[in-house]
T-cell receptor
Framework: DMKVTQMPRYLIKRMGENVLLECGQD?????MYWYRQDPGLGLQLIYI???????SEGDIPKGYRVSRKKREHFSLILDSAKTNQTSVYFC????????????FGPGTRLLVL | QQKVQQSPESLTVSEGAMASLNCTFS??????FRWYRQHSGKGLEVLVS????GEKEEGSFTAHLNRASLHVFLHIREPQPSDSALYLC?????????FGTGTTVSVSP
């Protein structure tokens, strides 16, 4: 059963704190993604990772960075979180990224106070 | 860049009646379209993928693609209350999917 996991599921942080969101997949997929979902804006692409240490900015990378040291794990880091980074963050993975189906995790709800 | 819009924003249908959702896109060169469903507070579940003009059926979901008119439709046959969710259209944008903002479907018993 293909699965993408995300931890934590819910997180409350104060402005200026660092945030680490983690994503895992058990399908040996090469490509992984981070999106954020906001009302009225849909899902916006933050970063793509094509494999270990091969990351690329998405459409809204400012204020975020990522780390992929193992194929099955992809982390999203917010250094000094801002209130406008309050959102629901989704991780996804696909076999090759070449138009293959993207499988999504359950999401992390982040509130920055 | 590919732009994706969905209509209507929300839709209420009676249990068992057909539901039809519309998605328009801006670049007809794409050949990869997907419909996802998202129940409240949950992740995205892929419903149907379509890669060429015409229809593709997966269970009670049918996607209809017409690239000439820049439309891809989703029809939900005999929806149940459990089909109440946000439905998202996604189009391949060259390196990742580009999503619409979704249609919220409510199925009343």
């Amino acid at each position: 059963d293909m699965k993408v996991t995300q931890m934590p599921r819910y997180l409350i942080k104060r402005m200026g704190e660092n945030v680490l969101l983690e994503c895992g997949q058990d399908m040996s997929h090469e490509t992984m993604y981070w999106y954020r979902q906001d009302p009225g804006l849909g899902l916006q692409l933050i970063y793509i990772s094509y494999d270990v240490d091969s990351n690329s900015e998405g459409d809204i990378p400012k204020g975020y960075r990522v780390s992929r040291k193992k194929r099955e794990h992809f982390s999203l880091i917010l250094d000094s979180a801002k209130t406008n980074q309050t959102s629901v963050y989704f991780c996804a993975s696909s076999l090759l990224g070449n138009q293959d189906t993207q499988y999504f995790g359950p999401g992390t709800r982040l509130l920055v106070l | 860049q590919q732009k994706v819009q969905q209509s209507p924003e929300s839709l209420t249908v009676s249990e068992g009646a057909m539901a039809s959702l519309n998605c328009t896109f801006s670049d007809r060169s794409s050949d990869n379209f997907r419909w996802y469903r998202q129940h409240s507070g949950k992740g995205l579940e892929v419903l149907v993928s379509i890669f060429s003009d015409g229809e593709k059926e997966e269970g009670s979901f049918t996607a209809h693609l017409n690239r000439a008119s820049l439309h891809v439709f989703l029809h939900i046959r005999e929806p149940q209350p459990s089909d109440s969710a946000l439905y998202l259209c996604a189009v391949w944008g060259g390196r990742a999917l580009i999503f619409g903002t979704g249609t919220t479907v409510s199925v009343s018993p």
